[in-house]
């Protein structure tokens, strides 16, 4: 994997760590799901009118994805990051990489090394040492809410890469707004009483909430469907293993959540995991397998 690209995924790792802690700043006035939905139209107005219909056979597998990746997949995170605080959350969600890559296996015959399984089983330790003081975090039901979501968005990231590539900039726009209505009438069926809170909320929420489109969506989501467009899901999810990195440090340095041993200990692994996930295959099998992927 380049270097480039290598760094991209890094990126993107810190925009949804920080995206936690936006979520978390803004839910604390907006109610979760209709945050979302705000989220997403602010998205589909800026990306709706630079992109094309998409092609008669792309539908189904565009209103599949967005409805997944989009509406089901931050409705549960949004609502269980409210009920956890963001540390907590963050590394719950890193669920998601396990569920991607036996997905992966399972679905599109991906190979799964011996050092991506250390990698994996290593970081899985660390997010269930954090997990083992989900007590001091908030409620298990805002955990489970978040590793539902983890699951939801393997599976779209499993979709998107089997029926796929995608242009990275025309998936977004009609993920948002596919997803936007989807959100806004779950929203007005369950959280419609809170609804007056958009005219009371303050600017901090408010920037939270652009904060969650450009950064942790627009920009975020566009290199993500980029880089499954280049890579395969396999070098990719254990970059999302830095996601609770970033997601603590910045919820330090603006919530100042308390730091556990628990927390300190599994962030550790989850380091020492990614950096197994990404240990390069020995150069006689490397160049076996790039002689046989030429022919």
């Given at each position: 994997m380049p270097i480039r690209d290598s760094l991209i995924?890094?990126?993107?790792?810190f925009l949804w760590g920080a995206q936690v802690t936006a979520v978390k700043i803004g839910g604390?006035?907006?109610?979760?799901?209709l945050m979302v939905a705000m989220r997403f139209f602010m998205m589909a107005v800026a990306l709706v009118p630079f992109c094309g219909v998409p092609k008669r056979q792309e539908w189904l597998p565009i209103f599949s994805i967005a409805s997944l990746v989009g509406a089901v997949h931050f409705g549960l995170l949004y609502c269980g990051i409210s009920r956890v605080d963001a540390s907590t959350s963050a590394i719950a969600y890193q669920l998601s990489t396990p569920f991607t890559l036996l997905l992966a296996f399972a679905?599109?015959?991906e190979r799964i090394g011996l050092q991506v399984v250390a990698g994996i089983v290593i970081?899985?330790?660390g997010v269930l040492t954090v997990l083992g003081g989900v007590g001091q975090g908030g409620a298990l039901s805002g955990v489970l809410l978040v590793i539902a979501a983890a699951f939801v968005f393997a599976v779209g990231t499993v979709l998107t890469k089997r029926w796929g590539p995608f242009n990275p900039v025309a998936i977004s726009a009609w993920t948002a707004l596919i997803a936007a209505p989807e959100l806004l009438m779950v929203s007005a069926a369950v959280e419609w009483h809170a609804w007056?809170?958009?005219?009371t909320a303050s600017p901090k929420a408010w920037a939270a909430v652009v904060y969650?489109?450009?950064?942790?969506g627009l920009i975020g989501f566009g290199l993500w469907y980029w880089l499954l467009g280049r890579h395969p899901v396999q070098r990719l999810t254990p970059f999302l293993l830095l996601v609770p990195v970033f997601a603590v440090a910045v919820s330090q340095l603006l919530l100042q959540e308390g730091v556990s041993l628990s927390l300190v200990v599994g962030g550790v692994a989850v380091l020492l995991g990614v950096a197994l996930c990404q240990v390069r295959l020995p150069a006689r099998r490397a160049h076996a397998e790039n002689t046989s992927a030429q022919r």
């Open positions: 995924a890094v990126l993107v790792a604390e006035e907006l109610p979760p799901i679905v599109l015959k970081a899985l330790l007056g809170s958009v005219l969650t489109a450009v950064s942790g």
